[in-house]
């Protein structure tokens, strides 16, 4: 079992940037992938990214690919978003999701466990 929580959201304008936070319980975290997604209203929680065990490998939608990257930092069981060149279309609730199966996940149905979220804004 793993608790998640986000944090880092907020009001940015167009072309900043925000760093996503969430923090997980649990003492086997590392032994977790992690992902985020978000939802914005009307629409269906979509993928953004994903981080391996050990931070090796990363893999990111298309949307967001060379201006978001994930990173996770074991010893604090935590994973970050950082998120450059914020537009518009980026405004969403930002959920952290983790599993505990091997390999790449980018469909929210792989995922076991989800954060409350956190809402970002991009002011045009």
């Known amino acids: 079992q793993v608790q998640l929580v986000e944090s880092g959201g907020g009001l940015v304008q167009a072309g900043g940037s925000l760093r996503l936070s969430c923090a997980a319980s649990?003492?086997?975290?590392?032994?977790?992938?992690m992902g985020w997604f978000r939802q914005a209203p009307g629409k269906e929680r979509e993928f953004v990214a994903t981080?391996?065990?050990?931070?090796?490998?990363?893999f990111y939608a298309d949307s967001v690919k060379g201006r978001f990257t994930i990173s996770r930092d074991d010893a604090k069981n935590t994973v970050y978003l950082q998120m450059n060149s914020l537009n518009s279309e980026d405004t969403a609730v930002y959920y952290c999701?983790?599993?505990?199966?091997?390999?790449?996940?980018?469909?929210?149905?792989?995922?076991?466990?989800w954060g409350q979220g956190t809402q970002v804004t991009v002011s045009s």
């Open positions: 999701a983790a599993r505990n199966t091997y390999g790449v996940a980018t469909t929210k149905g792989e995922y076991n466990y």
């Open positions: 649990g003492r086997t975290f590392s032994r977790y992938y």
């Open positions: 981080i391996s065990w050990t931070g090796g490998r990363t």
